[in-house]
T-cell receptor, first 116, second 115 residues
């Protein structure tokens, strides 16, 4: 069975600085998708970024980028120029790419604090 | 605006009572999901549905029931058999259920408190 591990329950960053959130996963599959979701205090889950396992290039969305290391099964999220609005819970998630891969598996989350 | 609505935002019930949480989407998505979120834990899948009139159990289905009579609606009933029902419940949908990169879209959630 696949698992997703986020080893940092909490992280803190100074406004305008850069922070990296860690995520590791375990799978025997070769085709899968990885996601980072953000859950702000409103608790509305929002997709931040996604990565297809078959793509070698790391995904980037404005100030958010990932470091995808397939062999190491690592999928970290880098937030550049941190803003107060980035303060939230961040969840790493895995989804199988095979037919029948309906389930998205979530990590326990990392709470990010942003200091002004 | 397209999206997912969940109602109510907060729900209080007495122990022993069944309660139904509403989830409606107007995104024309085939697949819908129910998750439970507890402090310090990620989201855990309760039930999912890939198509109307079909649904499957997730990891923690005991004490819960669902129906999918319409594409837009996927209500969740928390029964008295659920031993620890107090939690935050999230409904989600996606274009398709399996083998795709499509992300899930989430509703705003319902906080259920049972005393």
């Amino acid at each position: 069975a696949q698992t997703v591990t986020q080893s940092q329950p909490e992280m803190s960053v100074q406004e305008a600085e850069t922070v990296t959130l860690s995520c590791t996963y375990d799978t025997s599959e070769s085709d899968y998708y990885l996601f980072w979701y953000k859950q702000p205090p409103s608790r509305q889950m929002i997709l931040v970024i996604r990565q297809e396992a078959y793509k070698q290039q790391n995904a980037t969305e404005n100030r958010f980028s990932v470091n995808f290391q397939k062999a190491a099964k690592s999928f970290s999220l880098k937030i550049s120029d941190s803003q107060l609005g980035d303060a939230a819970m961040y969840f790493c998630a895995y989804r199988s790419g095979y037919t029948g891969g309906f389930k998205t598996i979530f990590g326990a989350g990392t709470r990010l604090f942003v200091k002004a | 605006d397209g999206g997912i609505t969940q109602s109510p935002k907060y729900l209080f019930r007495k122990e022993g009572q069944n309660v139904t949480l509403s989830c409606e989407q107007n995104l024309n998505h085939d697949a819908m999901y129910w998750y439970r979120q507890d402090p310090g834990q990620g989201l855990r899948l309760i039930y999912y549905s890939q198509i109307v009139n079909d649904f499957q159990k997730g990891d923690i289905a005991e004490g819960y029931s669902v129906s999918r009579e319409k594409k837009e609606s996927f209500p969740l009933t928390v029964t008295s058999a659920q031993k620890n029902p107090t939690a935050f419940y999230l409904c989600a949908s996606s274009i398709r259920a399996s083998g795709s990169s499509y992300e899930q879209y989430f509703g705003p959630g319902t906080r259920l408190t049972v005393t």
